[in-house]
T-cell receptor, first 112, second 114 residues
């Protein structure tokens, strides 16, 4: 089985720009979560989606938004990028919300 | 509020010796507890979880973890460490209330010396 896939793998943006990150869950998984991992820290929860509805939101500003599509893939959007948004963005999928999450390789975002 | 603490930034152990990576948690109600491992430039890999049942949970690659409700701990253990176990280990907790938010610890770097 194909695991969780994320695209792109790396991304360089400048302050003020907008970025869209994409995630495809493991086949059959209906829940997708997004995390931000800053160097030297643990992953910080951003969003969880289940059956195309937002089921959880972390302490991130409104510049961060996400959605889940009918095929259960997901996009994370970040507007008005700041230098502090530079991080590894991880997507995780699970069969249902709250169960074991399986992580993708991440998208490394650098904001200059 | 949920929280996870991994009190050691780094754990050093000789190959063949037992290893322990510590984790304590705070959550309302009964917790879901997880351990993940992260290798350089990779995503997180699931090792094991505790939901209910036996306090000793067995997982991948010979790892196990012991749930202690009175001490609110979930320490990761392995009887005999391998050099290939060297990586970054994360403990995570999810409560049964307040949505599906999973909180990760800051991570513990395990270094196994040959």
């Amino acid at each position: 089985d194909t695991g969780v896939t994320q695209s792109p793998t790396h991304l360089i943006k400048t302050r003020g720009q907008q970025v869209t990150l994409r995630c495809s869950p493991i086949s059959g998984h209906k829940s997708v979560s997004w995390y931000q991992q800053v160097l030297g820290q643990g992953p910080q929860f951003i969003f969880q989606y289940y059956e195309k509805e937002e089921r959880g939101r972390g302490n991130f500003p409104d510049r961060f938004s996400a959605r889940q599509f009918p095929n259960y893939s997901s996009e994370l959007n970040v507007n008005a990028l700041l230098l502090g948004d530079s991080a590894l963005y991880l997507c995780a999928s699970s069969l249902v919300a709250g169960e074991t999450q399986y992580f993708g390789p991440g998208t490394r975002l650098l904001v200059l | 509020a949920q929280s996870v603490a991994q009190p050691e930034d780094q754990v050093n152990v000789a190959e063949g010796n037992p290893l322990t990576v510590k984790c304590t948690y705070s959550v309302s109600g009964n917790p879901y507890l997880f351990w993940y491992v992260q290798y350089p430039n990779r995503g997180l890999q699931f090792l094991l979880k505790y939901i209910t049942g036996d306090n000793l949970v067995k997982g991948s690659y010979g790892f196990e973890a012991e749930f202690n409700k009175s001490q609110t701990s979930f320490h990761l253990k392995k009887p005999s460490a391998l050099v290939s176990d060297s990586a970054l280990y994360f403990c995570a907790v999810r409560g049964l209330t307040g949505g599906f938010k999973t909180i990760f610890g800051a991570g513990t770097r395990l270094f196994v010396k040959a």
